[in-house]
């Protein structure tokens, strides 16, 4: 008996590998050589596409196609109707599979309803992707995105805050967990109080 649930509703074709105790919900399809990780949430009519790698504790949303190409980190959240590509330049004449480019997702990345991730980008770590923004390129760790096309408009927590308040020492503060974050030159950010690579504290 498997160790995850697919609602009767939904296709996981042989082949496709799922860890235990993910949930597939209503009209999903995951194709074969699909990998998904332990304790994934996959909300109705979601494709998994041959060759997506998921990790761990994934939600993905309802209406999320994710095709071949694309990679989902650990704790990675995928919004309603987030949209995933994987050719820069598509025609319905001309077959692109062997062109198919890489887009990576990293750790507790959060992408917001709507939001467009065109192929070919790295979406950094607890990178935070606004309802409808439009990535075009890479982001940097705890970037929030806003806009179309989408412009880093400030920092957010591993927690999901914005930061903006600084202590004596002027590092930014997190309201909830009151984690420090340093800012560094030209554009980046880190967590002084936990490992990026590290989940969240249970």
């Given amino acids: 008996m498997a160790d995850y649930f697919v609602h009767e509703s939904s296709y996981v074709d042989e082949g496709a590998q799922i860890g235990p105790q993910t949930k597939i919900w209503h009209f999903s399809h995951i194709m074969a050589g699909a990998v998904i990780g332990a304790g994934c949430n996959i909300g109705q009519n979601v494709l998994i596409a041959d060759g997506v790698l998921i990790g761990n504790n994934v939600k993905i949303q309802n209406n999320v196609s994710v095709y071949t190409g694309v990679e989902l980190e650990d704790d990675v959240f995928c ?23 890489r ?43 806003l806009g179309v096309p989408a412009v880093r408009r400030g920092w957010m927590s591993r927690h999901g805050h914005r930061l903006i308040d600084r202590n004596p020492a002027g590092y930014l503060v997190c309201p909830e967990s009151g984690w420090r974050y340093e800012e560094f030159a030209p554009d980046g950010l880190r967590c002084l109080d936990w490992p990026e690579d590290e989940p969240l504290p249970q």
Avoid: E, W
Wanted: with cysteine.
């Fill in 103 to 145: 887009t990576l997702v990293r750790r507790g990345a959060t992408l917001g309803a709507n939001a467009t991730l065109v192929c070919g980008a790295t979406i950094g770590r607890y990178a935070f992707i606004g309802a409808g923004a439009v990535i075009r390129g890479d982001v940097p760790d705890y970037a929030l995105m």
């Fill in 79 to 101: 919004g309603p109707s987030c949209v995933f590509t994987n050719v820069i330049n598509p025609r319905s004449q001309i077959k692109r599979h062997d062109q198919y480019q």
